[in-house]
């Protein structure tokens, strides 16, 4: 498959009136979530995941990401006008946003951010197709080794860059990978650690594990935090968009922001975060005026917001090409895909191309109605974001219970739901990886087959992993980012260590 039929098959979507409306919908909600500190792209997904399972698969995965570029410009909003970030990504955008808002040129901060968030997803896209379709052309040198060999990567990969800790980052991922031990073992078809009860003798629904560990975990730790979104200094909604004049400087800032956000992006625990913030160092040295980065500089606005959104295109590249969620929100676009019965791996794509085609459409369309409406949303969305945030998160709570319940019509899967929330919540609270934690759970099944029929296969002997070339090279990769990770880790110690010694060198009374 050249690049060319991805861009075709997902334009020809665009024909169909019922993805439009999904894209509409998705994309609506996504701004109204990301223009709301601490509803992220992964709880806006929780909110909807249940609801899309009665959803064709290719409008279903058009919605979700729909959502993902309305949250990746929508929480630009709050930055810029209240100084709030919608979420970590746009932290930098709060220093150079809310500094042009307090001088009066919020047109200006706004202006940048919307074409750097449309510029930056739609050049993404290009480069997502031309990326992702080798991968699909690999799939089918993979077996079972090789998958299990990826799904170990993954896994490695989450914890070892994304991880301020990696023995944690570990005990997460194998708590995920026991929760998928719970049910019908997946080759005998024998039920095993049920403790008797009848709900799990088919296992623990994923769906409700994982929408509890990322979301409901999420929105608890949101419950304890008490600022307030209200700002009485919202009141930019006067200004005019910017003169091309004036956006033009931050262009070569945006190409770059671009480029580096989707490659970070790809990443296995990177994700918009990191790259927003290297991209933003990235335009700092290579600008004419770097002294204005941090003091309402235009070029940082621009290089943040496109690295944001261009990072969601990155995301997809490891997802759909090798079946690797690479960030919590990427495990619940797959865990969405499993419920319609598509199998993760590097195959699900190749089998089924209208998956990538929907994902085109779906970022295509929403960039699209961004291109139309975006300027008008981000004067709309001043009101939603001084909305009473105990109220929206009671409502996000009780939407979540009733999609929970929906898929299954179980109220066991609500206890399951907010057990894992209250785990989820207690591994944010002491720094275990949630994101982890969830991958495990969601790979867990398809991980032991995997690794067991791959044994089967030379009669359970593990040197059919190493005999193999590329199962041998993807086990030696994930070696080794296990070993940078640990070696990351006891570095930041040691600095930390340093730092603190000097402190007391320095103030001995202290």
């Known amino acids: ?61 058009a919605f979700l990401l729909a959502i993902s570029v309305g949250v990746g410009y929508g929480n630009s909003i709050p930055a810029i006008l209240m100084g709030i970030p919608g979420n970590p990504a746009a932290i930098l955008t709060v220093i150079d946003g809310f ?85 019908l073992d997946p080759i005998n078809m024998v039920t095993r650690l049920d403790f008797g009860l009848r709900d799990l003798r088919s296992g623990f629904d994923e769906v409700a594990v994982v929408i509890g560990i990322l979301a409901i975990g999420e929105l608890f730790r949101s419950a304890r935090q008490v600022f307030q979104w209200q700002d009485g200094s919202a009141g930019a909604e006067g200004n005019r968009f910017p003169s091309w004049k004036r956006i033009r400087p931050a262009v070569p800032a945006m190409v770059t922001g671009t480029v580096t956000g989707t490659f970070v992006g790809a990443i296995p625990g990177a994700g918009a975060t990191p790259a927003a913030m290297i991209s933003y160092q990235v335009a700092q040295m290579l600008s004419k005026k770097p002294e204005e980065f941090g003091r309402g500089s235009i070029e940082g606005i621009g290089a943040n917001e496109a690295a944001q959104n261009a990072s969601n295109s990155g995301e997809l590249i490891p997802t759909l090409g090798l079946g690797i969620p690479v960030s919590g929100s990427m495990v619940l676009l797959l865990a969405a895909l499993t419920v319609q019965g598509f199998v993760p791996g590097p195959l699900m794509v190749t089998n089924a191309p209208e998956l990538l085609f929907a994902a085109i459409a779906g970022l295509l369309a929403s960039s699209l109605l961004l291109l139309a409406t975006g300027w008008g949303m981000a004067r709309a969305m001043l009101k939603a974001v001084q909305l009473n945030r105990q109220v929206i998160l009671v409502l996000s709570l ?37 994101a982890a934690c969830a991958l495990g759970v969601f790979l867990g099944r398809e991980f032991e087959r995997s690794l067991r029929i791959g044994l089967n296969m030379n009669d359970n002997s593990a040197a059919q992993f190493f005999s193999r070339p590329i199962t041998l090279v993807i086990l030696l990769v994930a070696l080794a980012l296990l070993v940078f990770g640990l070696r990351k880790q006891a570095q930041t110690r040691a600095r930390v260590r340093a730092a603190r010694a000097a402190d007391v060198a320095n103030n001995p009374l202290n």
Request: proline share 4%; with cysteine.
């Open 398 to 434: 009780a939407m979540i219970v009733i999609g929970v319940y929906a898929m299954n019509t179980k109220s066991f899967d609500i206890m399951v739901a907010m057990i894992a929330g209250c785990v989820g919540y207690g591994m944010l609270r002491y720094g275990y990886s949630t």
């Open 99 to 183: 500094t042009l808002h307090k001088r009066g040129e919020s047109g200006l901060a706004l202006g940048v951010s919307f074409v750097a968030a449309l510029g930056g997803q739609i050049l993404s896209i290009g480069m997502f197709v031309i990326l992702v379709v080798p991968l699909m052309g690999m799939a089918y040198h993979f077996s079972f080794p090789e998958i299990f060999a990826l799904y170990s990567l993954g896994i490695v990969a989450l914890v070892s860059l994304a991880g301020d800790n990696i023995v944690k980052g570990l005990m997460a991922a194998a708590l995920g990978l026991c929760i998928g031990l719970v049910g």
């Open 1 to 61: 498959m050249d690049f060319l039929a991805p861009l075709i098959g997902g334009v020809s979507l665009l024909g169909d009136p019922m993805i439009w409306l999904a894209v509409a919908a998705g994309t609506v909600f996504g701004v109204i979530a990301g223009a709301m500190p601490g509803i992220g792209t992964t709880l806006a997904y929780g909110l909807v995941l249940p609801f899309t399972f009665v959803m064709p698969p290719v409008i279903g995965v």
